[in-house]
Each structure stands twice: as C-alpha cells, then as structure tokens.
C-alpha cells in the first residue's frame, strides 16, 4: 500500500484523517477513495460495481437508475447470535445482549482486519445522521472496502460534505470499521464499542451488518446517548396525518418484524377519507426529544428506506411501489428476463421463469421462493409521494400518540388507550408477536419484544424501561399511547380486520383522542371505542358485531397472557423497575 496518500481539502478535520490512517495501516488496502457524497462519484462508483459483477443493471426504461444485487447465500439477514455489546461489565449490556470483553473483542478483530484490504479500496464514508443543523443529528465516518456498502449509504444517510461540514473540526463522531473479509460465518462479528463511539464489523456483506448508520449507531449507540442526555432513540415510524382542514398530528409506532410497519408508515387513506392524507416522516427508526414547550419531538435520522419486499404491492403500500420505480437498489429478488423483477406477493403473475435470488433458474413449479423471504429495496425518500414536507425540519415534528403493536391471532384486541404514561410503558414493555412461517421456531409461538426494541437496545433492557419511565419527568405533555391488533382472527381462522388501508380507521380515532374529539370506555386493558366512537361505513361485511368480536377481552387467556410476560420479566428482574411490577399487579387485579 501507498502510505503517502493523497487528501482531498474537504477533509480537514485532523481527528478524521488520523484514524483513517491509522486503520490503513491496520487493513493494507491498495488504494483509498475518499468519497464526497457527489452525484459524479455515485455514476463513477455505480458504473464500478457493474464492471466488478457486484450490481447488475435492471431495464432502465422500466426502472430507470434501479440495480440488482445478489448477496452470498450465506449472509441474507441480521445475525442476532453474531451481534455483541461490548462494555465494562456484562450488566451494562443486560441480559438479553451477547456481551464480550472490550479489550478482548478489540484484540480479535484487529487480528481478523490485519491485511484484510489487501487486494481491495478502502472507501472513506463519511455520513450525517439526522437533518443538518438539527440538535440531535450526529455524525459518523465509516471506512469499508464494500462498494455495495457506499452506494447503500449514499442512499441511507446525508453523506459527504455535508456531514463533514457539519463535524467541522470536532473529534465527536461515530467510528466505524467494516470488511467483508471471505464472507465466512465462522469470521462474522458486529461489535458495538458505545464507551469509544466505536462499530466494527466483519464477515458481512448485508445491509443490516454493514450499513453502520442504521441499526448500529442510530440504536445501539443511539440508545446509549439518549439515556445520558434524555432523549430517546427508538426502532420507530413517524408519519403525519392530516385533515381535509389541514390540521396536522403526528404520531410514532413500534411493530415488530412482519407487522406492516413500513405498510402503516406509508398508508393510503381508503375511498372513505377523501381529503385526509397520511405523510411518511420515517418508516424505521425514531430519535425524540423533548422541546421547550413541553412536548416530545422527533426527527428521522435516514434518508432512505431498506425495506423487505415480498408481500409488497399496490394493495398493500402502493407508496412503497412508488418508491421503488427508480433509483432503487434491490437485494435477493428474483430477475425476469426482461430486466425487470418479481418477487412473491408482487401485483402480476409469477413469470414463466425467471432467476430466483440464488442465481438459478425458476419457474413457477420450483419448490424454493424465487425472491429469499428477506429481500429488499434500498430506496431513497425522495421518491415517496408522500414523503413529509417537515421531514429535514431541524427541530422535527411534535408527536401526539404512541403506538404499540404485534401480531396476535387471539388475547389483543383492536385497538385500545393506555391509561397513562407509566401504564403505557408497561404496554410497550410487554409486545409480543407470534412467529410465522419466515421466523425461527414454531409457527404462532409468542415472542416477547418489548418496544419493538429486543434486538436493538444497546444496554440492560430493565434500565431502558426505567428510562422511559423517567422522560415522563421532562416531558410535560406526552404523547397518548396505544396499542394495535391487525391480526386477530376469528373462530374460523379468518382475520377480523380487513387492515391495509382501512387500518386509517383506528388511526383517526387515535387521532381523534389525542385532539379531545372521541370518547372511549374504560375497560380491562385501557381505554377502548365503541361502536359509535368508531367510523364503519363502508366497511363490506364489517359490522358492530364483527367490532365488538375484535375488541372483546378473554380474562383466561389474559391470565395466561401475564404469566407469560414473567419469562421476560425474571429475566430482567435485578434491573426492573417497580412500577413495571406495579402495573402487572393492577392488571391481576383488574382481571
């Protein structure tokens, strides 16, 4: 490697170049390429990868700037097991994190990333999470040797100059480290150092691994930072609804996987609300803070969206579909003849062959799915029709509700109110959704997720409620919670809800509670509509009946219900909070 490389004047902040140099001194890449965000380096960049095989260019008169991406079989999705916090103590990550010893994990990858550029670029990434000038936004710089990684960022994040404009000369940004090594589970670690602001990652070429914005830093890291300086950092939606009067609310939600999160935060008003629009703000990840004027308020920290696939059609998220007519990456789909690609769940016919997402020939008559479960697009906001005008506003938008929800065929009913803040804390920290076909494990076994956050929170679960708890403190009007069901089915297996666009329904009664405008009655679980709260006309084959079957409370399955949440409970029971103890208590009580 040339050590004397040559760097460009956008670069400099003495604390950035420094690192760089000295991690190129660690990995030997051949080259290093500092990238400026520009629209010149993504065609340069782009043209690159189709040279190397790493993209290949779909029909550009039916998707024009889309490319398709096959990744290697054995790296298509977040590797939980492969994932660690590494912090002082093991208590700090909590026991629903892998922890591992920060010296220890340091010394292990620096083994595994010695010489590990060789051959390859070393692409300096610097990125800007959140709109620029806001408060909250923070800046990263990661340095990979995954082309594919660059593009998906210049997607995902504000990168370039304008993070390096906003870092200025401050040694205060994210680090992070990223090589592919040989794409060798055996080799594959996601290390979070939040004590030196520090990610690495190796082994992985998929987005969630590697985009180190995402998940990573913007909620592992993310949440760390919230706890110290009051705020929170949350795997959220954020999306607007406003009145044919143009009165705007905004409202965050929290779903688990394969709970039409993305669907929900692009969701298309049926014939019924002529006049009322439903604006994305963000459709996964959430940064709050509270205002000077009392209440909570939130930015988007992405600029993209990478979002799965299969199941995704105009029935379904027609805003999405929009989303991805252009300029779009996709991963793991299949691939028509004709350059275009298809993949289960699409509006058209499966084609009469095609490649499926391992590169091999597929007809309707094969086995496997065409499209892997997990594939998805890598879109940029801009291409919603829908996207917030408030979306880069630096102070971010007020939100007025919180919704919780998963997916339970029994036990959850509709929709219902929490009755306060603390009572709403225990309804997000006791979410669970039943697993289906795509997960691990049986099919309809309930997982626990609390907050949707499982799998992201970066410290000891117990004290991330006990946060939670404590911003009531500082948030002197909070935001209403909730809780939503879509998926409750009735005694022949079919679901109650029709969901989809008709889920703007309990929005606006959501929406409506929030602006003092619906009454609702007090029940078991909070508070809940009843069938004249809640608007039904036009609804085929949905009646008051078919409501009060969807918002009915079963006390025996209840009761099992909150056994059940004890599994989480015990587990996190040196660090849980009392009034989490006392909230399950009253439910008992209730029931």
């Known amino acids: 490697m040339n050590t004397a490389f040559a760097v460009p004047a956008i670069y400099h902040n003495a604390h950035v170049t420094r690192w760089v140099a000295e991690v190129a001194q660690l990995c030997r890449p051949d080259r290093i390429q500092w990238c400026d965000g520009s629209a010149a380096e993504k065609e340069a960049l782009t043209a690159e990868a189709v040279s190397l095989g790493i993209l290949i260019p779909l029909n550009q008169q039916k998707r024009p700037g889309c490319y398709y991406h096959r990744s290697n079989p054995n790296d298509v999705a977040r590797v939980e097991q492969c994932t660690f916090i590494c912090t002082p103590t093991p208590d700090e990550a909590g026991p629903t994190n892998n922890w591992a010893d920060p010296a220890e994990m340091s010394t292990k990858l620096n083994a595994l990333l010695a010489g590990a550029m060789q051959g390859r670029t070393l692409y300096v990434v610097p990125f800007l999470m959140g709109p620029p000038g806001s408060p909250l936004a923070r800046v990263g710089v990661e340095l990979t040797d995954s082309i594919y990684v660059v593009l998906s960022m210049g997607i995902m994040t504000r990168m370039g100059c304008v993070a390096l404009e906003q870092l200025g000369d401050s040694e205060r940004f994210t680090r992070g480290i990223h090589s592919m090594l040989d794409v060798n589970p055996e080799r594959r670690y996601i290390a979070h150092f939040p004590n030196e602001n520090l990610l690495i990652s190796v082994g992985s070429n998929y987005g969630g691994n590697v985009l180190l914005g995402k998940k990573c830093m913007a909620l592992r890291l993310a949440s760390h930072w919230g706890r110290d300086e009051g705020w929170l950092a949350e795997h959220m939606l954020i999306l607007g609804v406003e009145s044919p009067t143009g009165d705007k609310t905004f409202i965050a939600g929290a779903f688990p996987s394969a709970c039409g999160k993305t669907n929900f935060a692009m969701l298309n008003p ?99 799915k065409a499209a892997h479960p997990n594939s998805r697009f890598c879109a940029p906001m801009t291409n ?200 399950r208590e009253l439910l008992i009580a209730r029931l």
């Open 270 to 368: 049926p014939a019924r609300f002529a006049g009322w629009k439903v604006w994305t703000v963000g459709d996964d990840i959430a940064w709050m803070k509270p205002g000077a004027d009392g209440r909570l308020y939130a930015i988007n920290p992405e600029t993209g969206y990478f979002g799965v696939v299969p199941g995704t059609n105009y029935k379904s998220n027609p805003n999405a579909m929009e989303c991805m007519r252009k300029d779009t990456i996709f991963t793991n789909v299949a691939l028509t003849p004709d350059g275009d690609v298809w993949w289960e769940g699409k509006d058209e016919p499966p084609p009469a062959e095609c490649l499926d997402w391992r590169g091999q020939r597929w007809t309707p008559d094969s086995k496997e």
């Open 384 to 583: 919603n029709p829908m996207l917030a005008p408030e979306v880069n506003d630096p102070a971010g938008v007020p939100i007025s509700a919180i919704i919780f929800g998963g997916r339970r065929t029994n036990t959850m009913p509709l929709v219902y109110q929490a009755f306060n803040w603390v009572h709403g804390v225990y309804v997000g920290a006791t979410i669970g959704s039943e697993t289906t076909a795509a997960a691990v494990g049986a099919v309809g076994q309930v997982r626990r997720d609390p907050m949707a956050m499982l799998p992201f929170c970066g410290y000891n679960m117990g004290d991330y409620f006990r946060h939670w708890l404590q911003m009531r403190r500082v948030i002197k009007s909070p935001p209403r919670i909730f809780h939503v069901n879509w998926f409750r089915k009735d005694a022949a297996g079919k679901f109650l809800w029709p969901g989809y666009s008709e889920n703007m329904r309990v929005l606006k009664w959501i929406v409506d509670r929030c602006r003092g405008e619906a009454n609702a009655n007090e029940a078991l679980l909070g508070w809940v509509p009843s069938a004249q709260d809640f608007d039904l006309d036009g609804l085929d084959g949905f009646n008051a009946e078919r409501l009060e079957q969807a918002q009915s409370t079963d006390v025996e399955e209840w009761r099992r219900e909150v056994l059940q949440q004890d599994e989480l409970f015990i587990k996190l029971y040196s660090h849980l909070p009392k009034e989490i103890i006392f909230q």
